[in-house]
């Protein structure tokens, strides 16, 4: 007798919901392939404190000059040396010399007896002629001459528009598009060459809760990439933070979503790893080129701004600038919002159309 | 335990015809599997075993035929089919960062019902894998986590693609304990194979495929006494000069003459009533022996009748 199945009772208890389970595989599958974590969370900060160092703002240099020793004793030696942003050494005159051609000094003054005083400097050099001219002032000023028209300065150095300011957000976009497009892409590929993709549609799985795993893994991760990047920006250089948390959080989420369809469209049909990744460098190595992450998209030509300002990472970018630079309102960066989610809508319905997933 | 022939039909396969760019690798095949059995496609590499078997999953159209699985049809109801069957495909790799227990869970979650993940690690002897990553385990290990997904939604059917190619002797016996086990609790069995002693052992009926179609269906023992042969004789002879055919089907008791390279194999009533005759023949035509065996007939034998050829002719 063949026993009757039809009077099993089948357990329906003790079951995880398909989305949890799945969404849970995406974490265990991220953070236990260690390359992955560094590119995502390490690479960009490092990059950003590189950046950040090299081209910090330099405190306005002092100009170095050498007096002559012989006329070490002239008035206007004194003067010099009283002098706010001159750095004067006294040397002899082959000494001076030498200090004049190997770019140690950018002057040499030699007092003559007569008076006057003679300027010995490189003109092509642009430290020699700025000392030039302060240095001639503090003379003509000791001699006695005064500013018939009275100035005030007044000194600034705005936080926002220095260069590390313009490449947090820009960097914060570029890690955006790579994890968007490189973490979907790469897994569902990989799991279609790998004949997965069939086995789980042979299940009851359902394939939009597949999919969703992907995204809700990506908006996850989002908020522990911009939070680690910008924390560091914000801590470590004053990156600002001037427009609404609110705004900026939509701007991650929704690009976030976009460059993940772009992702999910790319890897719609192929059956290899070397095939999607030839793809994804196709579209995003425009984007790292000419949507302003290190330097402003507005150096290209005009005629190519129209294409440009179509990317989806130019749009990013430039929204995240405006958030975070200039505290922009929504209409502000509504016209990015606008390319942001049009991307997003075509680039997730096309995907679905074109889903491969033998 | 074979099933009853009045057991409802788990299976049916009718006219199914399926053709890829250069190649019809489906052919008009009927198939019937009933409800308990434990059925075998046998044949050999490019047989389209593997096609009808998808297409039975539901993970092919057929470009022709009907196929109604467990009462119902892909195009009506799929996800319901979908939430009764168990399937092992013959190429998965499962995602080799998660655990076994982490795997099978996330098949589970799958199923509306189904057995608890303990249980199904328990069924396939990978318990002290549990915690292991799917990375590390043997090919044999992968095989059995492999079944075990595919028995974690409780199936009533049962596809195994090839479930045991390319495993050592030892795995393929764990593996035949758990397909007996899934039979002796009442569940339905298709699985492909190219391995004759694999179907022997396991199936209730074996349909024999080959380019596409089913030349011969019926349990291993109909099939192998369909031959008439009570014994099977190979034997190679050293020298130039041929024997011939009609000479050695006239000795007492052979049913059939093949030649397969320089050895003959001879399909014989009683291998003591030939064997005499035969060393007899040969002496009187001074060709030496070079080998002599004799076995009882297998399900090879039934191929190499059928179609002249060997089962692991990948040709």
């Known amino acids: 007798m063949t026993p009757d199945r039809s009077t099993r009772v089948k357990n329906t208890t003790d079951n995880t919901p398909a989305i949890v389970e799945l969404t849970l595989s995406r974490f265990r599958e991220f953070y236990r392939e260690p390359e992955a974590v560094f590119w995502v969370f390490i690479f960009p900060i490092l990059l950003a404190g590189g950046l950040g160092i090299a081209f910090r703002n330099r405190p306005a240099e002092a100009s170095h000059i050498a007096v002559a020793r012989s006329a070490a004793n002239s008035p206007v030696v004194d003067s010099l040396k009283h002098a706010s942003g001159i750095v004067v050494d006294v040397l002899d005159d082959t000494a001076a010399a030498a200090a004049l051609r190997t770019g140690k000094v950018a002057l040499v003054v030699v007092p003559r007896a007569s008076g006057s005083v003679e300027y010995r400097f490189d003109e092509a050099r642009p430290e020699s002629r700025t000392a030039r001219m302060v240095v001639d002032r503090a003379v003509q000023r000791a001699g006695g001459q005064q500013d018939p028209v009275p100035v005030a300065d007044t000194k600034v150095s705005e936080r926002g528009s220095r260069y590390i300011d313009f490449v947090v957000p820009g960097l914060l976009g570029m890690n955006l598009m790579g994890s968007g497009i490189w973490g979907i892409g790469f897994a569902i590929v990989d799991a279609r060459k790998k004949k997965l993709l069939k086995r789980l549609i042979a299940t009851p799985m359902s394939r939009a809760e597949y999919l969703a795993s992907f995204l809700f893994f990506r908006l996850s991760l989002l908020v522990i990439e911009v939070a680690t990047l910008i924390g560091f920006g914000t801590l470590v250089f004053g990156v600002p933070l001037r427009g609404s948390l609110t705004q900026l959080v939509i701007i991650c989420v929704l690009s976030s979503l976009a460059f993940g369809g772009i992702g999910l469209l790319i890897a719609a049909r192929p059956r290899t790893i070397e095939g999607a990744s030839g793809l994804m460098n196709l579209v995003m190595l425009p984007m790292w080129v000419f949507s302003g992450v290190f330097f402003s998209s507005g150096n290209f030509p005009k005629a190519a701004q129209p294409f440009i300002q179509a990317l989806p990472l130019t749009a990013v970018n430039d929204a995240l600038r405006a958030n975070m630079l200039q505290g922009a309102s929504w209409g502000a960066v509504g016209g990015e919002l606008a390319i942001i989610v049009t991307w997003l809508v075509v680039c997730f319905g096309l995907a679905l159309r074109l889903f491969r997933w033998r | ?315």
């Open chain 2, 1 to 315: 335990m074979p099933a009853s022939s009045t057991a409802p039909l788990a299976l049916a396969v009718r006219g199914l015809r399926k053709a890829y760019a250069d190649v019809v690798a489906v052919d008009a095949l009927d198939l019937e599997v009933r409800s308990g059995e434990c059925f075998g496609l046998l044949g050999p590499n490019g047989a389209g075993k593997t096609t009808t078997i998808e297409i039975c999953e539901g993970l092919l159209n057929p470009d022709a035929g009907t196929v109604e699985v467990l009462g119902m049809q892909w195009a009506r109801d799929g996800n319901a089919l979908r939430s009764r069957l168990g399937i092992q495909l013959q190429e998965t790799l499962l995602s080799e960062k998660l655990t076994v227990a982490e795997s099978v869970k996330l098949f589970r979650s799958f199923y509306p019902a189904g057995r608890s993940v303990d249980e199904v690690v328990g069924l396939v002897q990978l318990d002290e894998k549990r915690g292991s990553r799917v990375g590390t385990l043997s090919g044999g290990q992968k095989q059995r986590l492999a079944v075990a997904c595919a028995l974690v939604g409780d199936p009533d059917l049962l596809f195994l693609d090839e479930p045991t190619t390319g495993l050592d002797p030892q795995s393929r016996r764990q593996l035949w304990d758990i397909i007996d086990r899934f039979r002796s609790e009442g569940g339905t069995t298709v699985l492909t194979t190219h391995y004759m002693d694999e179907a022997e052992r396991l199936c209730d009926r074996v349909a024999i495929v080959d380019h596409g179609r089913v030349i011969s269906l019926g349990t291993p023992r109909e099939l192998i006494a369909s031959l008439g042969a009570g014994h099977v004789i190979e034997f190679g002879v050293d020298g130039s000069r041929e024997i011939d055919e009609a000479a050695l089907l006239a000795l007492a008791g052979v049913k059939s003459a093949h030649r397969a390279g320089g050895s003959w194999t001879l399909q014989v009533r009683a291998a003591h009533e030939t064997i005499p005759v035969l060393l007899q023949t040969l002496e009187t035509h001074g060709m030496p022996l070079t080998e002599l065996r004799t076995h009882s007939p297998t399900l090879e034998d039934v191929f190499v009748t059928l179609t002249g050829r060997s089962l692991r002719d990948d040709a």
